[in-house]
């Protein structure tokens, strides 16, 4: 019996490691052909090779999405290499907390660069392909699946503009779901609570000691596995079916 992704394309932005490389495993396993995206070749290329060694085909694509250039050559290779585009999610994403007042704007600009710029870059770049692939592709659906966070539902001191780019990531999807929706392209957000990756790592040792650090030893994070399934569930229901807004949180985190 074929899987539910069988004879489709997906592409996972951030995919080197957490939940992206999870999703690529978890689309792979359902029958799509992933391509894996995200700046870190090595991850990628031994992501990729996983993938292949269980059965399925993959892509690894080195590229910076918050850069056009690269974003849309990502896409690019996609479908010169496979014919195609069926799925995209967009989960590169970068978190950088601390207070507003005296904060180092450069800081800013790079969340804002792959949150936003990036998911702008990759689907505008996919929009033509996923609309074909709807038109007349083996399921007559296409999907595009953001990945946001309980930051683009609720704000938080020290979290500003990383709150700003996921705000805007929620809007910005239901606002496309609407443009497409009669086109039988599904754009749906998904909002993680805290989920155990590597997102938090790239700031300092005092938010660390001071916000994240209190958080992870009092709460159960959830596993990037989990994010995955409920990607799967997004993409994989029945045509006349969509998924609009996913919020998946540990079950403690209030």
């Known amino acids: 019996m074929a899987s539910k992704l069988t004879g489709t394309v997906a592409l996972v932005t951030g995919a080197s490691s957490g939940i992206g490389a999870a999703t690529a495993r978890e689309l792979a396993d359902q029958?799509?052909?992933?391509?894996?995206?995200?700046?870190?070749?090595d991850r990628l290329e031994a992501l990729a090779a996983e993938i292949t060694q269980a059965g399925g085909t993959?892509?690894?694509?080195?590229?910076?999405?918050?850069?056009?250039?690269?974003?849309?050559?990502a896409v690019g290779q996609a479908v010169e290499r496979f014919g195609r585009l069926d799925i995209l999610v967009n989960n590169a994403g970068l978190m950088l907390l601390g207070p507003v007042v005296g904060a180092?704007?450069?800081?800013?600009?790079r969340m804002i660069a792959v949150n936003v710029q990036g998911l702008l870059h990759t689907t505008h770049a996919a929009m033509p392909h996923l609309l074909k692939a709807a038109e007349d592709g083996p399921r007559q659906v296409a999907d595009i699946?953001?990945?946001s966070s309980i930051a683009g539902r609720k704000a938080?001191?020290?979290?500003?503009?990383?709150?700003?780019?996921?705000?805007?990531?929620?809007?910005?999807?239901?606002?496309?779901?609407?443009?497409?929706?009669?086109?039988?392209?599904?754009?749906?957000?998904l909002e993680p609570g805290a989920v155990a990756t590597e997102l938090g790592s790239?700031?300092?040792?005092?938010?660390?000691?001071?916000?994240?650090?209190?958080?992870n030893e009092q709460h159960e994070r959830l596993a990037p596995d989990d994010i995955a399934d409920g990607i799967a569930y997004m993409v994989t229901r029945p045509r006349h079916a969509a998924i609009a807004e996913l919020w998946v949180m540990p079950t403690d985190q209030a």
């Open 145 to 147: 699946v953001n990945i």
């Open 202 to 215: 790239h700031n300092n040792d005092t938010i660390h000691a001071e916000i994240l650090n209190p958080f």
């Open 31 to 41: 029958g799509a052909t992933v391509v894996v995206v995200a700046r870190r070749k």
């Open 104 to 109: 180092d704007p450069q800081e800013w600009e």
């Open 156 to 189: 938080w001191a020290n979290y500003g503009v990383y709150n700003l780019t996921k705000f805007g990531v929620n809007g910005f999807t239901e606002s496309l779901r609407q443009e497409l929706a009669d086109r039988h392209v599904r754009v749906g957000v």
């Open 58 to 73: 993959a892509l690894a694509v080195e590229a910076d999405v918050a850069d056009r250039d690269q974003a849309e050559a």
